[in-house]
């Protein structure tokens, strides 16, 4: 499944239209992340193994740079630094990002934790 979020396509299981998913539903989970593997958007990392015919890339430390991280709320489109350094806030709009996420941000940029 798709869903258009601010003009960005983003791709997993039952997509709803600030990218909560199947996984992550919460109030707080209004992120999406491009993956680099496909330089598409998913929810999370169980729904890009769910949809996507490939293996999951992660961004490297020297791409802190790229915007790979999509605000739902407001559609801001963060690079990867400005969202690792956000204390779990969108940086354009003041929405609350899922403090839990950063659980797995091993799994989406390498020197993460």
């Given amino acids: 499944m798709e869903r258009d979020v601010h003009g ?12 909560r998913c199947a996984h992550y539903d919460s109030e707080r989970d209004v992120v999406a992340v491009r993956f680099r593997c496909c330089g598409e958007h998913f929810p999370c990392f169980r729904c890009h193994d769910a949809v996507a015919d490939h293996d999951r890339e992660r961004w490297s430390r020297d791409e802190r740079s790229v915007e790979a991280v999509l605000c739902g709320v407001c559609g801001t489109e963060l690079a990867i630094s400005t969202y690792l350094d956000c204390g779990s806030t969108c940086p354009s709009c003041g929405t609350a990002f899922n403090p839990g996420c ?7 940029f390498e020197g993460s934790h």
């Fill in 8 to 19: 960005h396509r983003v791709r997993g299981v039952d997509v709803g239209p600030e990218t």
């Fill in 102 to 108: 950063a659980d797995h941000y091993d799994l989406y």
